[in-house]
């Protein structure tokens, strides 16, 4: 059981909150040190048990209510519990987001499942230290093939972690096939974008999928083909997707053929912001369009210039739509809020001078939960336009 004790105070709206900030922390006993775990409490009543760095603004990062040890059980539990909910919110599926961070009580652990490959990334201090914690766990839960680490992204360097990647155990295979809603994918684990595949548009897809009959359907940062695909599944009579990446779109036309839906898709390399300006002097134009962006605002300080890309790309889509047409529109950056988007796309509908009915919204999939007391916790935020 931890024997460091770290004492705080706090608003009362944040008494749920899995983060306790560096100016809520008031004394320790026990002298803990960056990435032990400790007991918090707050007034004399025990708050819980959490992972303690006094180097960041996020000092305590709780993963229990009780009095409870960081341990090979208590994350075998943890992992256990997050895969049997998943069971039941994904009943028909194998592979999902088995664990992400703070929503399944692993703070800073986030751990995808491919098959019986798994990839695992940390973004704390408190969680690189138990790395073999969680590898070991996975093992003794799951009929494990292999465990990849994929750490290269700038936030890990918010508590000094290097960025790095590698296989941690086992054999991986240079593509792994998936199912998603009875699609079929690869997934490049060792050189795909972030942990290989974007599980947590699984909702959009589907439901794109659904609107797609006899569509002619324009993907836009397509990465290997989910939207493609879903929409040429889907019944589309013509699917065209963009990407930056060539390695993406190399993937892409081989998941089409893998779902026999080569015939239907085609696929251009290219900058999306150039493709979509020379498509609009072109004057192509589409039923359904879906865009797909990276962040654009990936900190605060980037907020206004990210809103003018999100407004510039929304403005260049809305003027390919056909009249009665489909607009799917997301955006994973975490500041931009729903408000900020739907301002966005309020002010784009404006200059293009066409009328737009919020038909649908969705956010992400189940196995990316969003806690109702860390609003934080939710990052996608996804519109559906039809124009009229």
């Known amino acids: 059981m931890p024997e460091k004790v770290v004492h705080i105070i706090r608003k009362k709206s944040r008494q749920a909150h899995c983060w306790i900030f560096s100016n809520e922390t008031r004394r320790t ?50 992992i256990n519990n997050a895969y049997q909910y998943r069971k039941n919110v994904l009943p028909t599926e194998e592979d999902f987001r088995l664990v992400f961070g703070e929503s399944d009580f692993l703070p800073g652990i986030v751990v995808d499942k491919y098959n019986n490959h798994y990839v695992i990334q940390t973004f704390t201090l408190g969680a690189e230290l138990r790395k073999e914690l969680i590898c070991q766990a996975l093992k003794e839960l799951f009929p494990v093939k292999s465990i990849f680490e994929k750490n290269d992204f700038r936030l890990r360097e918010l508590e000094n972690l290097p960025r790095q990647e590698g296989l941690l155990y086992g054999e991986l295979e240079d593509r792994v096939v998936i199912s998603e809603n009875q699609a079929k994918f690869l997934v490049d684990i060792k050189t795909g974008q972030k942990t290989g595949y974007f599980y947590d548009h699984r909702l959009t897809r589907a439901k794109v999928r659904a609107l797609s009959q006899g569509k002619d359907v324009l993907d836009v940062f397509s990465y290997t083909g989910g939207f493609s695909i879903n929409a040429a599944l889907g019944g589309a009579k013509t699917v065209t997707g963009i990407d930056g990446s060539q390695l993406a779109i190399n993937l892409a036309y081989e998941n089409a053929q893998l779902n026999h839906v080569e015939k239907i898709c085609k696929f251009e390399v290219g900058d999306a912001f150039s493709l979509l300006r020379n498509y609009v002097k072109e004057k ?23 809103q003018k890309g999100y407004k510039e790309i929304n403005l260049l889509a809305m003027k390919l739509l056909n009249n009665g047409g489909i607009l ?3 955006s994973c950056s975490h500041y931009l809020f729903w408000q900020d988007l739907l301002n966005i796309l309020i002010e784009a509908a404006s200059d293009c001078k066409r009328n737009f009915k919020i038909i649908n919204r969705t956010t992400q999939g189940p196995d990316h939960p ?11 935020r996804c519109f559906f336009l039809a124009v009229f």
């Open 29 to 78: 006993e026990g002298n803990p040190v960056a990435g032990d775990t400790v007991l918090v409490y707050e007034r004399g009543k025990l708050v819980g048990s959490g992972l303690y760095n006094p180097n960041s603004l996020i000092q305590i990062r709780l993963y229990s209510h009780q009095n409870e040890e960081f341990d090979l059980d208590f994350v075998k539990k943890r």
């Open 370 to 380: 969003i806690l109702l007391s860390m609003p934080e916790t939710e990052y996608l």
């Open 328 to 330: 799917v529109t997301s």
């Open 284 to 306: 192509r134009s589409y039923d359904l369009i879906i865009l797909d962006p990276p962040p654009f605002i990936k900190s605060l300080k980037e907020k206004r210039k990210g």
